[in-house]
């Protein structure tokens, strides 16, 4: 009884990073996984660079179609930095971080809603607002995580094989490559936590995305359309040739904008509404 | 004092559909209290308005003397909470996570983990989504009762344990709840609850339509009684006698409905020859059945008998594992 008694004596609710810990550990698996799938990918990708770029490269967008080039992406690909830059980050690497992101955004708050493993936490005491942002932090040290090794492997590889490419302009790529795959991710989060419907969540965000891709493409092609590339997240990004030129401040302001802008939103939504219905 | 849970004019809708139509709910401070209804009578969903998880449309809820969307974590480190249908995480044993629920009490609770799980034979070490029914529910009832909280509240806290395992939460229920606990649990089975409860309340379709001890709860339900004689008998006796309704007569075979004590029903029986006699406590089913039969009369031998051939086998299967 006495135990007990004592036990019960004060109210105990979860300290600051009581969530975090939790969801990490649970995506301890998947984060690992990524990480790898995204270095492999990244080092392959930039392991061709001898036996297609440089001259050969020259040749080859020759007898290409200017619009294609544009389409693609290609305008700086004979470059080392170039190069690295269109097939990592604006294709490959963009793709399987965005992939990632959106589906971690929709798993964290309503994929667990849907799956009832939310029930439990939401019941704990532990405000909304905690199990909100603690969620949302463990979306971004996720996307941090991939990026961070994503440019260890680039940065190591890059400089075995003697490349052009100089650190700070993987480092712009990549913070900016964490900001877009971010606020992506965060859409998809904040839509999630707003609905508890995941695959809405997850269905928007990647809609978001690709609509983001046309427009960035679509923009220098069509006469008197340039106001279609400002719109796109997806030309915050890579707009700028971060790899050659260096942070673009503009872009990657917006990008966390608009995270900002769907996290409060969707936080809002989610501190009001029933949970588990 | 304050009550442990208030309930006044509590209205709760899902969009057009309205789950709740004005429960009113009062369960004391140290009771144990049962909370009766078939499924999709608003157990689970008065359960989720007591724990934040929902919010009221209208009326009010309150507590532990106050409001949870008032009182936030503060008030639910206070509550022990066991869902009616509980998910686990995948990739995690049950002890990794019995020890995160404890700490997002701030460790409260964590010591007590190995003592309660011994308790109910639950391999600490076992991956949870390896677990079957029973072992995730003792999962559960674990998580609700290692930090000793002032109230309980479980929604259906022994579906999926055998009779042992129950037996086992009965005696955790009755140790909580001589430290003081308040208990609330829900049931759809009145023989899940009667051995903890005190009092229950009866809920049917979002209303509490009855609120009573359960010796009271089990007079009322009665008891079906069956006799078959030997020979054709008069039981016009039987339509006088008090406590006893719904009499048919079948040849030799006599049917009832027994509210109260069997003297008079046995005496009546004595001086025949009886070949068979069985005797059924009734389910919770044929109790709503009486909260929606307002003239007593019409029932006798009227439709109400059409459900008993069902529930009269159900009632037996359920005494075989009491």
């Known amino acids: 009884m006495s135990a007990l008694t004592e ?49 050969k490269m020259d040749v080859m967008l020759e007898a290409m179609p200017p619009e294609l080039i544009t389409a693609m992406g290609f305008e700086a690909i004979a470059t080392a930095g170039g190069y690295v830059q269109s097939t990592v980050y604006q294709l490959l690497g963009a793709i399987l971080v965005l992939v990632c992101a959106i589906g971690l955004g929709g798993r964290l708050v309503a994929g667990a809603e849907e799956d009832g493993v939310l029930e439990l936490e939401i019941a704990a005491p532990v405000s909304r607002t905690t199990v909100y942002l603690e969620r949302l932090a463990a979306l971004w040290l996720v996307a941090l995580v991939l990026v961070a090794a994503l440019t260890a492997a680039l940065t190591a590889l890059t400089s075995v094989m003697g490349m052009d490419v100089a650190i700070t302009g993987l480092l712009a790529g990549s913070l900016g490559l964490w900001l877009f795959g971010g606020a ?60 050659t030129d260096g942070v673009a401040w503009g872009g990657y302001g917006l990008l966390l904008a608009l995270a900002v802008v769907a996290a409060v939103a969707g936080g809002l939504a989610f501190r009001r509404r029933d949970i588990m219905v | 004092m304050t009550p442990a849970i208030r309930t006044s004019g509590l209205v709760k809708d899902y969009g057009r559909v309205r789950a709740l139509h004005g429960l009113d709910l009062e369960v004391s401070t140290g009771e144990v209290f049962g909370f009766l209804g078939p499924n999709g009578a608003g157990k689970s969903t008065t359960i989720r308005l ?54 997002l009490r701030g460790g409260r609770g964590t010591a007590r983990i190995g003592e309660l799980a011994e308790r109910f034979a639950l391999d600490l070490s076992r991956d949870l989504r390896a ?45 909580a709840a001589a430290d003081g606990a308040t208990i609330f649990l829900s049931s759809h089975v009145l023989q899940e609850v009667e051995q903890v409860a005190g009092r229950v309340a009866i809920i049917r379709a979002g209303v509490v339509v009855d609120v009573d001890d359960v010796a009271t709860l089990r007079r009322r339900a009665g008891q079906r009684v069956l006799l078959q004689l030997d020979a054709a008998v008069d039981a016009t006796a039987l339509h006088r006698m008090a406590g006893v309704t719904d009499v048919v007569v079948d040849g030799t075979t006599v049917t009832c409905l027994l509210h109260g004590e069997p003297t008079e029903l046995l005496r009546w029986a004595a001086p025949h020859r009886v070949v068979r006699w069985q005797a059924e406590d009734r389910e919770l089913e044929d109790l709503f059945m009486d909260f929606y039969r307002t003239v007593p009369a019409d029932g006798a031998a009227g439709p109400a008998d059409a459900p008993t051939a069902a529930t009269a086998g159900h009632g037996a299967a359920k005494g075989g594992v009491r």
């Open chain 1, 7 to 55: 036990l019960r004596a004060g109210t105990t609710t979860a300290p600051a990073g009581t969530v975090l810990r939790g969801v990490l550990h649970e995506q301890r698996r998947t984060v690992v996984l990524w990480a790898l799938a995204l270095c492999g990918v990244g080092s392959m990708y930039t392991a061709f660079y001898p036996s297609v770029g440089g001259a």
């Open chain 1, 184 to 243: 992506l991710g965060t859409l998809a989060f904040a839509l999630g936590a707003a609905t508890g419907r995941r695959g809405y969540a997850v269905g928007t965000a990647a809609a978001v995305a690709t609509l983001s891709y046309v427009l960035a493409y679509l923009g220098p092609l069509v006469e008197g359309a340039a106001w279609m590339e400002q719109l796109s997240p997806y030309h915050w990004y890579v707009g700028g040739d971060p790899l």
């Open chain 2, 50 to 103: 007591l724990l934040d998880l929902l919010r009221p449309t209208a009326g009010t809820v309150e507590v532990l003397g106050e409001a949870p969307a008032v009182g936030g974590p503060a008030l639910r480190a206070r509550l022990g909470y066991l869902p009616g249908e509980l998910a686990l995480p995948p990739r995690t044993t049950a002890g990794e996570y019995l020890r995160h629920l404890a700490a």
């Open chain 2, 131 to 175: 677990l079957s029914k029973g072992n995730k529910q003792k999962v559960g009832l674990v998580q609700a009762f290692m930090h000793a909280p002032e109230l309980l509240v479980l929604d259906e806290p022994t579906s999926g344990l055998d009779p042992l395992l129950q037996h086992e939460f009965r005696r955790l229920a009755q140790e």
